[in-house]
């Protein structure tokens, strides 16, 4: 499905580079009735402060542990494991981590966390499921670009109700070592078709430029986001990593979706229309 592919700088700074940045919150007790109706309406919360340094540190620790094989979790590389020079630190090569839920329990309680649940619990108006988890590396000095896409376009995240991301900022996330991009309101617009161009993705010529956000947050912070709102990450061409949790939570009625509803809201196929 990849194309591997990569972007031109220039062509990065068109789809990524800001008009403004995200509304937040300070912490997870100041999301009320405001916040919820913006979730609605534009897609996403911003919260400042959600985990503590220690938390944080805690996480990384686990994260750190999968890779070097002393916790249970699946790691994915930018490169190839042998291509790994002798003496670098093989995390810094690390894209992503996955498959920790149930395995790994310091993971296991940011997955499970109250204040998590119960956000999810007023946006979903029922109990939210895990649909997914994983961190996201984002070395220093090139990690790659995440293209725009709407999470329910991938497989394991499309469901029948919308899911909900909640990707949770590990290091300071800025604008020049990847933080988010969002697209507010691009949400309401619906399923749109995804293509194989440098990843499963939206059709960069169907980014409005002049409507991207970036959703920077120090270590800790976290963005609550719908399913299908617009969103991706630029390379991280500056000298400062960025890793991130990124869970997703799907309301507990929802089912997944048939392959031919999947085709149908995700694909070109009925449309025919071409990237
Ligand atoms: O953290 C990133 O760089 C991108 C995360 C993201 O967009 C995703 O996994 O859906």
């Known amino acids: 499905m990849k194309a591997n592919r990569k972007a031109t700088p220039e062509l990065e700074l068109t789809l990524y580079r800001p008009v403004g940045l995200a509304r937040s919150v300070k912490t997870m007790a100041d999301i009320g009735e405001e916040q919820l109706k913006q979730y609605r309406e534009e897609g996403y919360i911003l919260v400042e402060q959600f985990l503590n340094e220690a938390e944080v540190q805690t996480c990384k620790e686990a994260l750190t542990d999968i890779v070097f094989g002393r916790?249970?979790?699946?790691?994915?590389?930018?490169?190839?494991?042998?291509?790994?020079?002798?003496?670098?630190?093989?995390?810094?090569?690390?894209?992503?981590?996955?498959?920790?839920?149930?395995?790994?329990?310091?993971?296991?309680?940011?997955?499970?966390?109250?204040?998590?649940?119960?956000?999810?619990?007023?946006?979903?108006?029922?109990?939210?499921?895990?649909?997914?988890?994983?961190?996201?590396?984002?070395?220093?000095h090139g990690g790659g670009e995440k293209p725009w896409h709407q999470d329910m376009a991938y497989g394991a995240l499309a469901w029948s109700k919308a899911v909900c991301g909640v990707w949770i900022a590990l290091d300071d996330a800025e604008v020049d070592n990847g933080c988010m991009r969002i697209i507010p309101r691009s949400h309401m617009e619906g399923a749109i078709p995804h293509y194989a161009v440098r990843d499963w993705q939206i059709c960069d010529t169907n980014i409005t430029a002049n409507r991207v956000l970036a959703a920077p947050v120090r270590a800790g912070g976290v963005l609550i986001f719908h399913g299908l709102l617009h969103h991706g990450t630029p390379t991280n061409n500056s000298a400062n990593r960025r890793r991130s949790l990124q869970h997703h939570y799907a309301p507990v009625s929802a089912e997944k979706l048939s392959p031919q509803e999947y085709k149908r809201l995700f694909t070109n196929e009925m449309t025919g229309a071409e990237c």
Do not use: C, N, T, W
């Open 71 to 140: 916790a249970i979790g699946r790691v994915q590389y930018g490169i190839s494991i042998d291509q790994i020079a002798p003496g670098v630190d093989r995390e810094l090569e690390v894209r992503k981590i996955h498959d920790f839920a149930g395995v790994e329990s310091r993971l296991q309680q940011v997955i499970d966390h109250p204040h998590i649940h119960a956000v999810l619990e007023k946006i979903f108006s029922e109990k939210a499921k895990l649909a997914q988890e994983m961190a996201l590396m984002k070395p220093a």
